[in-house]
Structure formats: C-alpha cells, structure tokens
C-alpha cells in the first residue's frame, strides 16, 4: 500500500524553527518528486514547496521562500521540510504528497498532479 | 501567476442529485487541472487529473470536463458519501501548483 506518514508538527513560538519529516513506504520513493502542501484552520489548500526525484529541482511559494528548506533522502525514503523564522501565519496543517506525471506528447508539457496525500500534522505558530 | 477561481462557494443538495461545480482559471491551462475531494479532518484525495480522466477506484458518478479556461466537476447521482468540499488545481504553470479556494457540498 502506498502510504505517507508526516511527523514533527507542533506548538513553536514566532520567529522560532521547526523540522517537520514524511515517511513514505509502498512505492520507489526515489523516482517520485515530492511537495508540501499547507492549508491554514478553516482556509483552502496552499502549495508550500516541491523537490524532484534527485534534488536537482526544488521550488518555494513567494510566501515561504527564504525561510522554509525542502529536501529528502531516497536512502531513508524521507523528506523533509526546515521550517525557520515561523509567524502567525505559518499556522496549518502540512501535508506532503506525491507528484505523478504523465507526459503528453501532443504538446510536450507533462500533466501533473498529486496522489497520494499524507494525514497531515499541525504546526501552531503562538506566543 | 495563474488565478484559480470556483462556483459556488457552498451548495446544498439532496441524495440523488445531479451536482455540478464550476473552476475557472484566470488564463488557459489547456487541460491542466485536477479535482480533488476533501473530508472534515481529512487528507485530500484526487479525484479527476487531466481534466476528465477519472482517478483509479473513484466512483463512475463523478466526471470532469473542461478545457481553456472554463471546467467543470459533476456528481451525476449524489450519495451520502459525497458531502464534502472540493478543490481543483491547475498544473499548466508548474511549479506553482495554484489550488481553486473551494466548494462545500453540503446537504440539504
């Protein structure tokens, strides 16, 4: 069974850090680009980061770029997301998923979306 | 950046109906979009990718059509099981995977 497990959310002061990690099992780990995804308490779904399958390509939303670091390690079929300098509204649940890709050959782009999803863990930024 | 709007925001609706939920982006996405189902307290899960391909074990009452600019997602006979809010995402301007703000289906 393909499964996502994140761990390491929690209550963090503002301007502190926190490391959250996602344990994947069930499929080639390292032949997947992975993303992190975060949805604030009673909001929609805001895309955090990306990292492809070797690191070669990693990616942040403007909202999160200079303060959060993706990253993984096939060997450990983990990834990873540094989170430094956390405000108030860093509040969310993060869940990471996997990125699928098909390639279409009519017009040379890739469609891509996200399955599976993890359970999410909850990161509270207060004072 | 590419914006990503939904119609409506919430709807109430009865088991059994025809349900239809509107995406539009703010500039072509081709095909570029997918659907995805989310339950209180849980995980997002797909639903549609490439606009109309149905997700392996998803229902055959729900489809998705659309191209451009304008799609659509519909629950051809809502079950109990449906209640639920729902978000597409476009992947034409990738990185950047822009989420739809959402529609609650609730009942009636």
């Known amino acids: 069974e393909v499964q996502l497990v994140e761990s390491g959310g929690g209550l963090v002061k503002p301007g502190g850090s926190l490391r959250l990690s996602c344990a994947a099992s069930g499929f080639t780990f390292s032949s997947y680009s992975m993303n992190w995804v975060r949805q604030a308490p009673g909001k929609g779904l805001e895309w955090v980061s990306s990292?492809?399958?070797?690191?070669?390509?990693?990616y942040y939303a403007d909202s999160v770029k200079g303060r959060f670091t993706i990253s993984r390690d096939n060997a450990k079929n983990s990834l990873y997301l540094q989170m430094n300098s956390l405000r108030a509204e860093d509040t969310a649940v993060y869940y990471c998923?996997?990125?699928?890709?098909?390639?279409?050959?009519?017009?040379?782009?890739?469609?891509?979306?996200?399955?599976?999803w993890g359970q999410g863990t909850l990161v509270t930024v207060s004072s | 950046d590419i914006q990503m709007t939904q119609s409506p925001s919430s709807l109430s609706a009865s088991v059994g109906d025809r349900v239809t939920i509107t995406c539009r982006a703010s500039q072509s996405i081709s095909s570029y979009l997918n659907w995805y189902q989310q339950k209180p307290g849980k995980a997002p899960k797909l639903l549609i990718y490439?606009?109309?391909s149905l997700q392996s074990g998803v229902p055959s009452r729900f489809s998705g059509s659309g191209s451009g600019t304008d799609f659509t997602l519909t629950i051809s006979s809502l079950q109990p099981e449906d209640f639920a809010t729902y978000y597409c995402?476009?992947?034409?301007?990738?990185?950047?995977?822009?989420f739809g703000p959402g529609t609650k289906v609730d009942i009636k």
């Open positions: 990292i492809s399958s070797s690191s070669s390509y990693i």
């Open positions: 998923a996997r990125e699928r890709e098909v390639y279409d050959i009519l017009t040379g782009y890739s469609f891509r979306w996200f399955d599976p």
């Open positions: 995402q476009q992947s034409y301007s990738t990185p950047e995977f822009t």
């Open positions: 490439a606009a109309s």
